[in-house]
């Protein structure tokens, strides 16, 4: 059985997929100029390179090719390097190219903020959001006794009984970090923005290498925990430390509010009547 207090994590953990982009958009926009039509070429740019080309390749390495998927079973770390740079690569180029040609520039920083919301929401949506409802449909019928009748006939005894076993030993806890992380996840994408558009900006493909770099970076302490090498708590550890840096990089970025004037200095500007 999966606790009601489990089951009340993935619900908040659903909302807050949502709500979290939505709440950095209303604070940014306070600041800068963010135009709709760049959060969406983020989120279209993001589908398309991660959910479709990205997958694509994986489909073929990871299972089409026996020899590349047989070598990269066998060698754990190599799996974990070639799924991050996987990601990095697709989501970056994807990144740069959707800034090149598909933006409309609104201005430092806000051009860069408004296509990282679009890349990080709709990635917080489809991983963090959907993914919590799936989870907790799952979990749901767990406890009433209807998981073997329904899923039973179609992923067969053997995955019924991993999936059984993962369900009964679901947390609060791992659900709070889980939730934790895709929350990191947008910031990290913001951040991974600012980057690239300077790439865009300056006309330096070097900021676009800095970002795949630090993608893959990134991203490789969750692909070792993916081959089984780390534990969760390792890799929660580096997305904090990573989160807390990209917080004040974010802070840092946002434009400051002009100091109000003084009545003296009001005085000083009015036109001579």
Same mark, same amino acid.
């Given at each position: 059985?999966?606790?009601?207090?489990?089951?009340?994590?993935?619900?908040?953990?659903?909302?807050?997929?949502?709500?979290?982009?939505?709440?950095?958009?209303?604070?940014?926009?306070?600041?800068?100029?963010?135009? &709709?039509?760049?959060?969406?070429?983020?989120?279209?740019?993001?589908?398309?390179?991660?959910?479709?080309?990205?997958?694509?390749?994986?489909?073929?390495?990871?299972?089409?090719?026996?020899?590349?998927?047989?070598?990269?079973?066998?060698?754990?770390?190599?799996?974990? &390097?070639?799924?991050? &740079?996987?990601?990095?690569?697709?989501?970056?180029?994807?990144?740069?190219?959707?800034?090149?040609?598909?933006?409309?520039?609104?201005?430092?920083?806000?051009?860069?903020?408004?296509?990282?919301?679009?890349?990080?929401?709709?990635?917080?949506?489809?991983?963090?959001?959907?993914?919590?409802?799936?989870?907790?449909?799952?979990?749901?019928?767990?406890?009433?006794?209807?998981?073997?009748?329904?899923?039973?006939?179609?992923?067969?005894?053997?995955?019924?009984?991993?999936?059984?076993?993962?369900?009964?030993? &679901?947390?609060?806890?791992?659900?709070?970090?889980?939730?934790?992380?895709?929350?990191?996840?947008?910031?990290?994408?913001?951040?991974?923005?600012?980057?690239?558009?300077?790439?865009?900006?300056?006309?330096?493909?070097?900021?676009?290498?800095?970002?795949?770099?630090?993608?893959?970076?990134?991203?490789?302490?969750?692909?070792?925990?993916?081959?089984?090498?780390?534990?969760?708590?390792?890799?929660?550890?580096?997305?904090?430390?990573?989160?807390?840096?990209?917080?004040?990089?974010?802070?840092?970025?946002?434009?400051?509010?002009?100091?109000?004037?003084?009545?003296?200095?009001?005085?000083?500007?009015?036109?001579?009547?």
């Amino acid at each position: 059985m999966v606790s009601g207090l489990v089951l009340a994590g993935f619900v908040a953990g659903a909302v807050l997929a949502v709500v979290w982009p939505l709440a950095i958009f209303l604070l940014s926009r306070r600041r800068m100029t963010l135009l &709709l039509r760049n959060v969406l070429v983020g989120a279209g740019v993001f589908f398309v390179f991660s959910q479709v080309l990205e997958k694509a390749l994986h489909l073929y390495v990871l299972k089409a090719n026996p020899t590349t998927a047989e070598w990269l079973k066998i060698h754990p770390v190599m799996f974990a &390097l070639y799924g991050c &740079l996987a990601a990095a690569l697709f989501e970056e180029v994807g990144r740069y190219l959707g800034m090149r040609f598909l933006v409309k520039p609104s201005g430092d920083p806000g051009t860069a903020v408004a296509y990282g919301l679009g890349h990080g929401g709709i990635e917080s949506i489809l991983i963090g959001c959907l993914g919590m409802v799936q989870t907790l449909y799952l979990a749901i019928l767990l406890n009433s006794g209807r998981l073997d009748t329904v899923l039973g006939p179609a992923i067969g005894p053997d995955m019924l009984a991993q999936l059984r076993v993962t369900l009964e030993h &679901l947390s609060i806890t791992g659900l709070a970090l889980g939730t934790l992380e895709r929350l990191i996840a947008l910031l990290i994408q913001i951040g991974l923005s600012l980057l690239v558009w300077r790439a865009v900006a300056r006309r330096r493909l070097a900021w676009l290498a800095l970002a795949i770099a630090a993608h893959a970076l990134i991203d490789f302490p969750p692909a070792l925990f993916q081959a089984g090498l780390i534990s969760t708590a390792v890799v929660e550890s580096v997305l904090l430390i990573i989160g807390a840096a990209l917080v004040a990089y974010f802070l840092y970025e946002l434009p400051r509010k002009p100091a109000p004037l003084s009545a003296d200095a009001a005085k000083a500007i009015e036109p001579a009547p």
